[in-house]
Nanobody
Framework: QVQLMESGGGLVQPGGSLRLSCAAS????????MGWYRQAPGKQRELVAA???????NYVESVKGRFAISRDNAKNTVYLQMNSLKPEDTAVYYC??????????????WGQGIQVTVSS
C-alpha cells in the first residue's frame, strides 16, 4: 500500500504565504507525476499544479506567478509554495501522485485533503 501525509495548511490573511507538503510512504518503487488539486465549496476539483519526474511543471492560470510546485525525490515528497494568497484560493487542497509500486503495478493515490483558508 501507499500512504500520503499532507501538512502545512491553515488560516492566513490575504497576501500571506503557506507551504504545503505531501510525503508518500509504503510500497514505492518510483514516483512519476505529482500534483496538487483543490476543491472549493460548491465547485469542482481542479488541478492547481503538477510536476513530472523530470521536473517539468504546469499551473492553472489563476496561480501562475504566485504558486510554485517542487519535489524532493529522496524524500518522496511534493511541495506547494503559495504566495500572495487571495480569498479565492480558499479550498481543500489534495495531493495526488502516480506511483510504480514494488510489484510493478502503477496506480494513482490521493492525500486526505488539507484546508487552506485565506481571510482577514
Amino acid at each position: 500500500q501507499v500512504q500520503l501525509m499532507e501538512s502545512g495548511g491553515g488560516l492566513v490573511q490575504p497576501g500571506g504565504s503557506l507551504r504545503l507538503s505531501c510525503a508518500a510512504s509504503g510500497s514505492i518503487f518510483s514516483i512519476n507525476a505529482m500534483g496538487w488539486y483543490r476543491q472549493a465549496p460548491g465547485k469542482q476539483r481542479e488541478l492547481v499544479a503538477a510536476i513530472t519526474s523530470g521536473g517539468n511543471t504546469n499551473y492553472v492560470e489563476s496561480v501562475k506567478g504566485r504558486f510554485a510546485i517542487s519535489r524532493d525525490n529522496a524524500k518522496n515528497t511534493v511541495y506547494l509554495q503559495m504566495n500572495s494568497l487571495k480569498p479565492e484560493d480558499t479550498a481543500v487542497y489534495y495531493c495526488q501522485i502516480t506511483v510504480r509500486r514494488l510489484t510493478g503495478a502503477i496506480g494513482g493515490y490521493w492525500g486526505q485533503g488539507i484546508q487552506v483558508t485565506v481571510s482577514s
